[in-house]
T-cell receptor, first 110, second 113 residues
Framework: AQKVTQAQTEISVVEKEDVTLDCVYE???????LFWYKQPPSGELVFLIR??????QNEISGRYSWNFQKSTSSFNFTITASQVVDSAVYFC???????FGAGTILRVKS | DAGVTQSPTHLIKTRGQQVTLRCSPK?????VSWYQQALGQGPQFIFQ???????QRGNFPDRFSGHQFPNYSSELNVNALLLGDSALYLC????????????FGPGTRLLVL
């Protein structure tokens, strides 16, 4: 069975703080994809990153960075110097049918 | 290049009624997947259509059915609506069955009273 756990239901930070969103997954597949999506209040899921199971390189994109560790089945997402516009619900997801975690609400206060 | 579009954006129905939601995939995509997102939860996979056939199905009752048309657009039908069907319904499109390249639409918010 596939499962994604986002243990943090809600996180509040003050603008410019760094914040890490945790994601732990379970799968028996040897080949799989992991995703992070952002969902603003409008509802549309915005794709942030995709990682396949063979690529454990960490990735940085501007203020966003991702840490993928197969040994701990984790795919954590860090926002550096958070901004109010980062406030949203963030979902970690696992392929094949995009099994989503429950999401983490991030509130960034100015 | 139009992305994934869904209609209507919002819908209010009463228990027992039937509803049809529509999705047009992103240009170049031929696979459509539907997800249900209840308030405060992550999206749940309903089913996936490719070549006008249902290819995969999640844990949803037969009240949920779908269709894909030759132009790759898709409909989601829900019969005998229950209060618990109130949710945001998301459509995602991809090329082939390669869901790793899925793009999501803005969703349809369904409220069942």
């Amino acid at each position: 069975a596939q499962k994604v756990t986002q243990a943090q239901t809600e996180i509040s930070v003050v603008e410019k703080e760094d914040v890490t969103l945790d994601c732990v997954y379970e799968t028996r597949d040897t080949t799989y994809y992991l995703f992070w999506y952002k969902q603003p209040p409008s509802g549309e899921l915005v794709f942030l990153i995709r990682r396949n199971s063979f690529d454990e390189q960490n990735e940085i994109s501007g203020r966003y960075s991702w840490n993928f560790q197969k040994s701990t089945s984790s795919f954590n997402f860090t926002i550096t110097a958070s901004q109010v516009v980062d406030s949203a619900v963030y979902f970690c997801a696992l392929l094949f049918r995009l099994v989503f975690g429950a999401g983490t609400i991030l509130r960034v206060k100015s | 290049d139009a992305g994934v579009t869904q209609s209507p954006t919002h819908l209010i129905k009463t228990r027992g009624q039937q509803v049809t939601l529509r999705c047009s995939p992103k240009s170049g995509h031929d696979t459509v997947s539907w997800y249900q997102q209840a308030l405060g939860q992550g999206p749940q996979f309903i089913f996936q259509y490719y070549e006008e056939e249902e290819r995969q199905r999640g844990n949803f009752p037969d009240r949920f059915s779908g269709h894909q048309f030759p132009n790759y657009s898709s409909e989601l039908n829900v019969n005998a609506l229950l209060l618990g069907d109130s949710a945001l319904y998301l459509c995602a499109s991809s090329h082939g069955l390669r869901v790793e390249t899925q793009y999501f639409g803005p969703g349809t918010r369904l409220l069942v009273l």
